[in-house]
C-alpha cells in the first residue's frame, strides 16, 4: 500500500492562472484528516511552500525550487542541495548577454532562493541554453518559469532524502504532477499519474493518465487511487 502523496503544484493543484482548485484543496484536506502525509513539490520558493502548507493544511512538508531544498514538518530545518554560486555565475553572463540586446531579465523573489535562480520566460530557452552551453548548470523550462541550477537536482532526488528523512522509501509515494520537471518523482515513486494537460514525456514516465486537466485532473487521480492509500 502507498503511504504518502507527492504532488506538484502549478499545472496540477492550479489552472493555466495559477487560481488553485477548490475541489484539490478539499481533497488534499480529507487525505490529511485520514492521516494520509501529503507532501507538496514545486519550484517555488520555500517561504511561498510554507504560506501554502498553511493555508491548505498540510502537516508542512514540501519541497522547493523543484528539490533544490525540502523540508520536514512545519518546525524542521531547511535541507539545502545544490550550489547556487553555480547558477549566480550563469546568471552574470546571461544578463550581460541580454543588455547588450536592451533585454532586462524579470528575476523571480531572487533574495527568497537558497539554490537556484529563477526568472521570466521572455526569452528563448534555447537562446538561453547557447548563452549557458559550457556552464556546468541544468536549464529548466518549467512553464511558469525559467529556472538555473546546479546539475543533478530534481524533485526526484529530493524524494530520495526526504523519504529517507521520514523513514519511507520513494515506493510508498503516490506521485502526481504535469511538468517536465515531475518527471523523476513520477518514475521514482511507488505509484505516480499524470493529467491530461501533463507534458508529452511526463505523461510517457507516468504509469497512467487522468482524463481531466489541472486541478480537476487532481481530484480525479486521488479518487481513482484512494484505496491504495492508507495512514502510516
Not at 493544511?57 to 530545518?77: D, F, H, K, L, P
Not at 523513514?167 to 499524470?194: C, H, R, Y
Request: charge should be negative; include cysteine; charged fraction near 25%.
Amino acid at each position: 500500500m502507498l503511504k504518502a502523496i507527492l504532488t506538484d503544484v502549478d499545472g496540477t493543484l492550479t489552472d493555466p492562472s495559477r487560481r488553485i482548485d477548490t475541489g484539490a484543496i478539499e481533497t488534499i484536506r480529507s487525505l490529511v484528516d485520514d492521516g494520509i502525509d501529503v507532501v507538496l513539490a514545486s519550484g517555488n520558493t520555500s517561504c511561498f511552500m510554507d504560506a501554502l502548507c498553511k493555508m491548505i493544511g498540510t502537516n508542512g512538508t514540501y519541497i522547493a525550487e523543484n528539490g533544490g531544498v525540502y523540508r520536514i514538518g512545519q518546525t524542521g530545518s531547511l535541507q539545502k542541495n545544490g550550489d547556487q554560486q553555480i547558477p549566480h555565475t550563469a546568471l552574470e553572463v546571461l544578463s550581460d548577454y541580454y543588455r547588450e540586446k536592451g533585454i532586462e531579465l524579470e528575476l523571480f523573489n531572487p533574495m527568497f532562493r537558497y539554490t537556484d535562480i529563477a526568472f521570466a520566460r521572455t526569452v528563448p530557452v534555447e537562446e538561453v541554453k547557447q548563452v549557458l552551453s559550457g556552464h556546468p548548470l541544468q536549464i529548466l523550462d518549467t512553464g511558469f518559469a525559467i529556472h538555473l541550477q546546479s546539475e543533478g537536482i530534481s524533485k526526484g532526488t529530493a524524494l530520495l532524502s526526504l523519504a529517507r528523512d521520514i523513514g519511507l522509501s520513494p515506493k510508498d509515494f503516490f506521485a502526481i504532477g504535469d511538468g517536465i520537471n515531475d518527471v523523476q518523482m513520477i518514475e521514482w515513486a511507488g505509484k505516480g499519474v499524470t493529467i491530461a494537460n501533463g507534458h508529452p514525456e511526463t505523461k510517457r514516465a507516468a504509469s497512467d493518465v487522468m482524463d481531466e486537466s489541472y486541478g480537476k485532473g487532481f481530484v480525479q487521480a486521488i479518487k481513482k487511487y484512494r484505496s491504495y492509500l492508507r495512514a502510516r
